[in-house]
């Protein structure tokens, strides 16, 4: 049965994955390959048809940080304008492991308080709220007035992981699937204004990202053991997001798809997107100018200061 607000934007969008889906099932299950295969031409005609930037067209450092700082400065005119006006913002982050949610998310929030951009990335749930309702746990992170709140994963993970990998029943999945766009009306309706992202990243882009997790020091703690388990279930997820959009792509909750092959493009777009359906004006605020310093009246005391070395 048909959802009550859903569109025809739910088939159009299941139809823009059927040629990037199609190219997974040539990937190489082994993510300790280190030759992964970056696409045939065919592959290549693939991604220029739907739009996707080529593997040859990813954007220079120089030029993204040039446009991410002009848009930083816009996050903080709309950072002002929510505390002005008290608007509630919730912004849900989905997508498979390494399509670029942390990064994405990152550059959102560098040069904004975060006292009013939260970003809430829960743990595995307890014992405890496992016996909950679902959406119990999500509740108490919702924002208040003058807040935006970022969920990294949020309730669709029973639509997603929990659901390919076992953790809930199907019964409770589907049950899920018919009862969240109930839930986001209402949330809709309470005033928070709910905007739900979903990155989208191919196998071979996937595979690259995952590898270079195992290899970089810095990025080590980023693959964990449940990533592993569910790389070589790219079918099982991708039915799962199928399924996902057709049952909760609604009028008042829309899903919103950002190709991600490209790191750097897709945060800007993102970002490019977000402030585009906050409508903002600059707040008025007084001029500041650093008032006159008395200083040079003191005499620096003989403390004998514990310095941090500098080795560099």
């Given at each position: 049965?048909?959802?009550?607000?859903?569109?025809?934007?739910?088939?159009?969008?299941?139809?823009?994955?059927?040629?990037?889906?199609?190219?997974?099932?040539?990937?190489?299950?082994?993510?300790?390959?280190?030759?992964v295969?970056?696409?045939?031409?065919?592959?290549?005609?693939?991604?220029?048809?739907?739009?996707?930037?080529?593997?040859?067209?990813?954007?220079?450092?120089?030029?993204?940080?040039?446009?991410?700082?002009?848009?930083?400065?816009?996050?903080?005119?709309?950072?002002q304008?929510?505390?002005?006006?008290?608007?509630?913002?919730?912004?849900?982050?989905?997508?498979?492991?390494?399509?670029?949610?942390?990064?994405?998310?990152?550059?959102?929030?560098?040069?904004?308080?975060?006292?009013?951009?939260?970003?809430?990335?829960?743990?595995?749930?307890?014992?405890?709220?496992?016996?909950?309702?679902?959406?119990?746990?999500?509740?108490?992170?919702?924002?208040?007035?003058?807040?935006?709140?970022?969920?990294?994963?949020?309730?669709?993970?029973?639509a997603?992981?929990?659901?390919?990998?076992?953790?809930?029943?199907?019964?409770?999945?589907?049950?899920?699937?018919?009862?969240?766009?109930?839930?986001?009306?209402?949330?809709?309706?309470?005033?928070?204004?709910?905007?739900?992202?979903?990155?989208?990243?191919?196998?071979?882009?996937?595979?690259?990202?995952?590898?270079?997790?195992?290899?970089d020091?810095?990025?080590?703690?980023?693959?964990?053991?449940?990533?592993?388990?569910?790389?070589?279930?790219?079918d099982?997820?991708t039915?799962?997001?199928?399924?996902?959009?057709?049952?909760?792509?609604?009028?008042?909750?829309?899903?919103?798809?950002?190709?991600?092959?490209?790191?750097?493009?897709?945060?800007?777009?993102?970002?490019?997107?977000?402030?585009?359906?906050?409508?903002?004006?600059?707040?008025?605020?007084?001029?500041?100018?650093?008032?006159?310093?008395?200083?040079?009246?003191e005499?620096?005391?003989?403390?004998?200061?514990?310095?941090?070395?500098?080795?560099?």
């Amino acid at each position: 049965m048909a959802r009550p607000g859903s569109s025809s934007r739910s088939s159009t969008t299941l139809d823009r994955f059927r040629g990037d889906d199609m190219k997974a099932k040539n990937t190489d299950k082994k993510i300790t390959d280190k030759k992964v295969d970056k696409g045939t031409a065919a592959a290549k005609s693939d991604r220029k048809k739907t739009g996707s930037p080529s593997a040859d067209a990813k954007m220079s450092g120089k030029d993204y940080e040039r446009e991410l700082k002009k848009l930083h400065v816009e996050l903080v005119k709309l950072q002002q304008w929510i505390v002005h006006k008290g608007l509630k913002v919730c912004i849900v982050f989905e997508g498979r492991d390494g399509a670029g949610k942390g990064g994405t998310i990152k550059a959102i929030t560098e040069r904004v308080s975060p006292r009013v951009f939260r970003v809430v990335a829960l743990a595995a749930p307890t014992e405890r709220e496992k016996s909950q309702m679902y959406a119990q746990r999500y509740l108490p992170h919702m924002p208040a007035a003058g807040e935006v709140v970022i969920f990294d994963r949020s309730w669709y993970n029973r639509a997603g992981v929990e659901r390919v990998m076992g953790f809930c029943s199907e019964k409770d999945a589907r049950n899920f699937l018919e009862v969240v766009p109930l839930f986001e009306s209402w949330m809709v309706r309470s005033g928070i204004i709910l905007l739900k992202y979903w990155l989208e990243v191919s196998a071979e882009e996937q595979t690259r990202r995952l590898n270079a997790r195992i290899d970089d020091g810095r990025k080590v703690w980023k693959l964990s053991p449940m990533d592993v388990k569910s790389y070589d279930r790219w079918d099982d997820y991708t039915k799962a997001r199928d399924e996902m959009f057709a049952a909760t792509d609604s009028s008042w909750a829309p899903w919103f798809v950002a190709r991600s092959e490209d790191k750097k493009r897709v945060r800007l777009n993102v970002i490019s997107h977000l402030l585009k359906q906050v409508p903002y004006k600059p707040v008025p605020g007084p001029t500041i100018r650093l008032p006159k310093r008395k200083i040079g009246r003191e005499k620096a005391s003989d403390i004998q200061f514990k310095y941090v070395p500098e080795p560099f």
